[in-house]
């Protein structure tokens, strides 16, 4: 699906940029809207769990230096031979970016569906000692990526409150 969508961007850019406008516009308008078209359509099909690897500023940023590289190509046209096969190829750099902007470091930001936090200073100094054993585990099964010790902790004492009315202690 991609190699057809990657077809239609550089099929596009160019019949917009041979039969549609003419001189610099040409090849501006050439690189830049087959190169966002097939952009827009990786990222929309992209799987979203990872997010943004960078913060949304410096992701902002980085596109726009990147759309500086891509605005270079077309001051080197007089310089360069079948300029038009170039530009046609420019679209097949969008993967390197969407991989590169948008490969996330595999933590998710999600809010933790559980709002009611129970504060570290309701907990009595037997579960702090309980939960530092915990910690020595080598298999914590409240540990998840992104969640912070806090996060951590309060689920584990939820829980460890949940077994204790169980037990009725």
Known sequence: MAIIAYVVASAIGYVLGHYLLDGPAAAYASILVSYHLFLGFLVVTADHK???SMPIGQTIMTHS???ALLIGLP???AHI???SLI???VPGLA???TKWLFSGDGKVTNDNEESEETPMHDASPEDHEAFRQYLMQKERPFRKPGF???QEFNLWIKDRAH???QVGV
Do not use: C, D, H
Request: hydrophobic share 55%; aromatic share 24%; glycine share 4%.
């Open 81 to 83: 031979p079948f300029f």
């Open 75 to 77: 001051y080197m046209r």
């Open 65 to 67: 230096a990147f759309l």
């Open 95 to 97: 993967p390197f970016e």
């Open 87 to 89: 530009a046609m190829l």
């Open 163 to 165: 077994k204790k009315a």
């Open 50 to 52: 990872q997010g943004f």
């Open 148 to 150: 912070s010790l806090n």
